[in-house]
């Protein structure tokens, strides 16, 4: 059987103010740094050689796949970086602290806002231009985004660059954020829209699945 890892970054600055991020880059805490060091000394012992690491175009992201190899010594393993990949857009609540975000709006819109997979966070009034997305047209760049928006980017990169190659036998690390690991979760997992609220996906902590030739879950552990 083939093995797919999912692996959250380590804890951001972001995390760390418990601040809405989204596209935003949020550089890796100390903490966050040791997190990915840990992850990666757990994944060692489980002896998974990796064909290709799949992660996002943020930083945070980024760092922790770079520090998870290191460990592991497969520093060659080719990591390929794409904006599908990305955290879920948190749209007007991005720089916003969780906390307050609740005083403001209540905790049940933001209960909805954050866990349910169809309710829109409120929107920025214009996208943000960086250089990291030039080569893409500019109709990729979000507002604002539910889990179900940012699952109908995330799914179409699992179709096309992990799935044939897990079909192929060879195993895949994806290292990414909260909200794009949920969504690969519920697709993966078929779980259905509303039992997804319930899913949360920790930093830097393992999940190792062992799927069949149909890519079906066979087994599934959280390191």
Request: glycine share 6%; hydrophobic share 40%; charged share 25%.
């Amino acid at each position: 059987m083939v093995k797919l890892v999912l692996l959250r970054h380590g804890q951001s600055q972001a995390n760390e103010t418990n601040t809405y991020t989204g596209w935003t880059d949020s550089l890796l805490t100390e903490e966050g740094a040791k997190q990915a060091r840990d992850a990666g000394k757990l994944l060692k012992k489980e002896k998974i050689f990796f064909s290709t690491v799949h992660t996002s175009s943020l930083v945070r992201a980024i760092k922790t796949a770079n520090i998870v190899l290191s460990t592991i010594g497969q520093a060659a393993v080719p990591i390929q970086k794409n904006w599908r990949l990305n955290e879920r857009h948190y749209g007007a609540l991005r720089g916003i602290n969780k906390d307050l975000s609740r005083q403001i709006y209540g905790k049940h819109q933001i209960a909805l806002w954050r866990r349910s997979y169809d309710a829109v966070p409120p929107l920025m009034a214009k996208p943000d231009y960086e250089r990291r997305y030039n080569k893409y047209p500019r109709d990729i760049l979000p507002l604002g985004e539910s889990l179900k928006m940012a699952s109908e980017r995330i799914v179409p990169y699992w179709l096309d660059n992990i799935a044939p190659q897990l079909l192929h036998g060879k195993n895949q690390l994806i290292v990414a954020h909260g909200s794009t690991l949920r969504a690969l979760i519920k697709y993966i997992e078929e779980i259905s829209d509303e039992k997804i609220d319930g899913v949360e996906v920790e930093n830097a902590v393992p999940i190792i699945y062992e799927l069949d030739k149909k890519l079906r879950v066979m087994n599934k552990e959280t390191l």
